[in-house]
């Protein structure tokens, strides 16, 4: 089970690169105090784990619900994690996340950390579908708890990363930034390639047959 937790926290923080929410996360609290900026972290983070806990649990009788293979979901995902870390190497960013200019700013200090900050920008439909993934692979309660245990930390992680927004955007620098989003593509796509060829191996049998 450790090497799965660390396997499922490798591919939650090269998908979600909470780096790249600085920006936004300075953005919608630039006037706001330490305690307030500390509220909306905490909210947005506590979010990114309700998420993850929620899909973890239910992802799998979702799919059984929509009349979905897990094989087909796999490859599906596995495809648009792909496109993600393609776009992340090409210095892109995250494709199916929005662009700080195009986000509207919610009024309310709890909106604004819920959405856009926590979801789409930290965790999107890439994020959804990777939890979805692998909480329908075989390993049972295992599987899940390493899942949500994975979710805790990152939701930890991004806490961190938050309340260190400011140095942390200073000490990189948009050249920092943009060559850790390209290494976080890098290590994505080895993901991706990973999810579609378990997804392969269980469908070929089926249309093979």
């Known amino acids: 089970m450790d090497t799965e937790f660390i396997k499922i926290f490798l591919a939650f923080l090269v998908l979600m690169n909470p780096f ?3 920006g936004l996360f300075l953005n919608l609290t630039k006037n706001y105090s330490v305690a307030d900026r500390r509220k ?5 983070c506590t979010t990114i784990f309700v998420t993850i806990a929620f899909f973890a649990l ?12 897990i094989g087909s979901f796999q490859v599906a995902g596995g495809i648009l994690v792909f496109l993600i870390a393609i776009s992340m190497m090409n210095g892109d960013g995250n494709p199916v996340k929005p662009n700080e200019e195009d ?12 959405v856009p900050l926590a979801i789409p920008m930290m965790i999107g439909p890439g ?3 990777t939890v979805i993934i692998y909480s329908s692979r075989p390993g049972g309660w295992f599987e899940t708890v390493a899942i949500i245990a994975a979710g805790l930390f990152i939701s930890l992680f991004c806490y961190s990363g938050l309340m260190a927004a400011g140095r942390l955007s200073r000490f990189l620098g948009n050249t920092g930034l943009n060559i850790l989003s390209r290494v976080m ?5 080895a993901v991706a390639v990973e999810i579609t060829i378990n997804g392969l191996k269980a469908i070929l049998p089926y249309v093979m047959s």
Do not use: D, N, R, W
């Open 20 to 22: 790249s929410a600085l």
């Open 40 to 44: 909306v972290a905490q909210i947005a």
């Open 185 to 189: 593509g890098m290590l994505l796509a």
């Open 103 to 114: 986000i509207e700013i919610k009024t309310t200090l709890t909106a604004s950390a819920v």
């Open 127 to 129: 994020g959804i579908s």
């Open 58 to 69: 239910l992802g799998e009788f979702l799919l059984k619900f929509l009349g979905i293979s």
